[in-house]
């Protein structure tokens, strides 16, 4: 049997399953059997590819989950199955994973990573200045350039309305260099009404650059069509929409990143350091567990570029140094000078 | 060979009527003109109205609009482009008109150097364009000539008006024969000032063949006037081919034209489209025998009524590469009206460019998308939003952070990336730079040691923030060349290659509304207790001088 050959009815392994269900739950687990032996990155292509082979290959993976687990677990997996085989389709070459470097979270996701043919959407948390999760996101692109071959040269699409630049200012350069990304790659686009920005990002999906986009909302069928188009694709959308608006469904993930007091400078305890974020998993739809539990802390490394788990929200007391209160002065623009 | 129809005046009503058209002169209303039925009644252009009803009483009259009739012509002549890129309208007063500053002899010019063996023939040409103009409804006058000045003359003053049953209604000068042709012509067809038609009449010279046996130092002595331009001898050579005369087309001749006319007018969507596809199939396939690559590209649809509609796409990169056109052009074309139905379609590259090394690759159509040129997706962006709305960002030389890149349209892309000068010094790697810049620096209201000590507290968008960490000041001075341009613009900032010109949007010169000069700049990065970033910076220092005013704070950009 070819393992390249692609299977001529995905859907029938789950009805394998779901067929021979009691039979393999009371078989004894096997040594050295693991849940998902395709997640690290290997190719997940020795998969049954065949009706008979399903009865086995359920056996392994009836370990001790419970049935529904075991459900989820294989129709994920096909579904892995199905998105890689596109991907490699369109790419004839394996992929790297996206990942953030902060293996907690990278685990969490499931495929070694962030899914590169998807839509991620990125929320701020309501309490800081907005800019938390547009700063993860461009670290994000980072990653992806950094570790998919293919992306380091290509370039990034940013697309705004008209709006937001107002509000939220335009990409700089200098600032985006000491990211690690190169500016002259970034494709900037203003447009008007936030309908034309949706037709810039899938234009670029098309062209199969990386998009980062600013939006107030999205809607149900927009967003579903921005996800098909970056999985047929295989290039993600990070996709940034106001915090008090409704998240969009059939996202591939979605983030809630707010900002955190940053890590301590190396040279000068008074300025600011490395940024630290609070991440929260609001959803995944590789993993629906990725999305339970606590916010992570992740920093961020200028020189490693990547992120880091911090063991524990460090809280400390955020008093302004102690100095005579006098001498503080309340300075209106536009009033005297010093008197 | 040059042609020149003469397209009289429109709607000039029911032949069987007599019919004028009139504007005020300055003997009141004056007649500009007449149909054949009022001219059968002596009814003659510049005549005072009041003449024409004592000769005609049931004559009948409409003001004459010389703006409309002006732009009816420009219309017809972006319609002749179908036979000849090289058009335009020509409007001169008519020679020895009695009221000159009215009468106005409307007519435009094709030059069909090179073109006419696409349509079989000058005289297969003029045949098609007589049909067409008096399927119109236009009472035109075409002649055929080697010279514009011939032409000219025997539209004018030979040619009789197009019929339909008219078998041959255009005068056409074999090549070579120019001079046999116009020499029975009077001399007003040479395009002479009326005083000078004047003077060689009263000479006895009433035809242009009368000119031809004259030693030219004589006439050139007697007619010696200003213009040299509209001499007797100036004409006549012109008229005669011995003196090149240059004209201005209508538009921008284009480096590569392809057209493609149809039997039965495109009405269909589909049709335009699959129509437009085989052309600029075509086009590319002659864009790769001269081995180039078009930058600018205009389709042009000419519709079955005498009416033009186009669209042109621009490219960041030279392309040749047919599905790539036709994509730029997929969205426009279904923006466009076919009207009554499109009976020719052409598609012209207004601006080719060589190939450079590295667009060889676009050129054959390798997978682009792998390789990752961005020039697809450029120009799909830019052709659909505008180019004013899809840049690049270019570092440039300059230590004040607005300036210190420039946001260029990605249209022009290859060009900005040659006239930027040295590039990557523009971005310091070393100072702290936040991401977002904000469009215009913000007034903040600060609490802050005087003279500068970092701030403790500030207020921006209505929201005061408590400092926990900052860092500074790091002090930008003011560019001090830039200040003495401003005083003396015309010695300094010369629009260089060094200095390109920014592009529409971005933000130009100073961002501080109040000030006037640019003053040294203390920039702090502050944290605030949610552990936001930002940039805020003093314009200014105290102990300036008080016509600068006190120190201003502004918030400038945004950390994570």
Known sequence: MDPVAPNPNPRHPVHGVSQSRPEPLSRPPEAGARPCPDRNGELPLAVPADLNDVPAAAQKFAVDLPRQALIAGLQARIGSIERRERQISLQGSKREPWTSGASAIDARLGGGGLDCGG??????????????????????AVRFSGQQPQASQTPILWCTTDRSIGEMGRPHGPGLMRL??????????????????????????????????????????????LSLAAEANAVPVLLLTHPAHAPAASTASRWRVSSLPSADHSFDSRAPGAPRFRVQIERCRNRPLACEGQPHVLEWSDETRRFRMVPGVVDRAHAPPKSDERKWRRLPSGLGAGR | MRESGDACHRALGPDGDPFVLVATGRHGLTVTAANAAAMAESVRPGMALADARALFPALRSGLAEPEEDRRALLRLARWCGRYGPDRNVEIAPVAGGAAGDLVR?????????????????????????????????????????????????????SAPPIAMSTPKPWISAPPGLTPDWIEALPVEALRLESATVVALKRLGLRRIGDLYGLPRAALERRFREAKTVSGVLARLDQALGRKAEPRRPLAGLPELWVRRGFADPLISADGLEAET???????????????IGARRIRLV????????????????????????????????????????????????????????????????????????????????????????????????Q????????????????????????????????????????????????????????????????????????????????????RSLARRMPEAMERPGPQDPAPPLGAPLGEPVPRSSAPRTRDYYSLEDTSGAGYWVFRNGLYGDTAEEGPPAWFMHGLFP
């Open chain 2, 277 to 291: 596809g085989a052309l600029l199939a075509e086009l590319c396939a002659l864009l790769e025998t001269h081995g």
């Open chain 2, 301 to 396: 649809l000419y519709r079955a009524d005498g009416t033009v509609a186009q669209v042109a796409a621009g490219t960041s990169a030279p392309v040749r590469e047919a599905r790539h056109i036709m994509r730029l052009f997929a969205d426009k074309l279904g923006t466009l009206d076919a009207g009554f139905g499109v009976d020719m379609l052409a598609v012209e590259v207004l601006v080719a460019e060589r190939f450079a090394a590295s667009d060889i690759a676009l050129a054959n159509g390798v997978d682009l998308e792998a390789s990752g040129n961005p020039s697809e997706l450029i120009d799909r962006l830019s052709n659909r939003l505008g180019p004013a709305r899809v840049f690049v960002l270019r570092p440039r």
């Open chain 1, 119 to 140: 839509v991620h959407e990125i929320k701020s948390g309501m309490d800081s200045n907005g800019n938390a999760a547009l700063g993860f996101a461009w670290r994000l």
């Open chain 2, 105 to 157: 002899d409307h007519g435009l010019w094709i030059d069909i150097t090179g073109v006419s063996h696409l349509f079989g023939g000058d005289e297969a040409l003029a045949r098609d364009l007589c049909l067409r103009l008096a399927g119109f409804d236009l009472t035109a006058r075409v002649g055929l000539a080697d010279t514009f000045g011939a032409a000219h003359a025997l539209a004018r003053f």
């Open chain 1, 180 to 225: 690690g990304l190169d500016p002259q790659r970034l494709l900037l686009v203003e447009a008007r009404r936030s309908i034309d920005v949706l037709w810039a990002i899938e234009e670029g999906l098309k062209s199969r650059v990386l998009v980062l986009a600013m939006l107030d909302e999205i809607d149900l069928v927009a967003a579903r069509r």
């Open chain 2, 398 to 481: 300059s230590q004040i952070p607005e300036r210190a890149e420039v946001r260029w349209p990605a249209l022009s892309g290859a060009t900005a990336s040659k006239s930027c000068g040295p590039v990557a010094a523009g971005h310091d790697r070393l100072s702290k730079r936040p991401e977002i810049l904000l469009s215009r620096p913000e007034p903040i209201t600060v609490t802050a040691e005087v003279p500068d000590g970092v701030p403790a507290a500030f207020t921006w968008r209505r929201v005061t923030r408590r400092v926990i960490r900052a860092e500074g000041p790091e002090r930008i001075a003011p560019e001090w060349w």
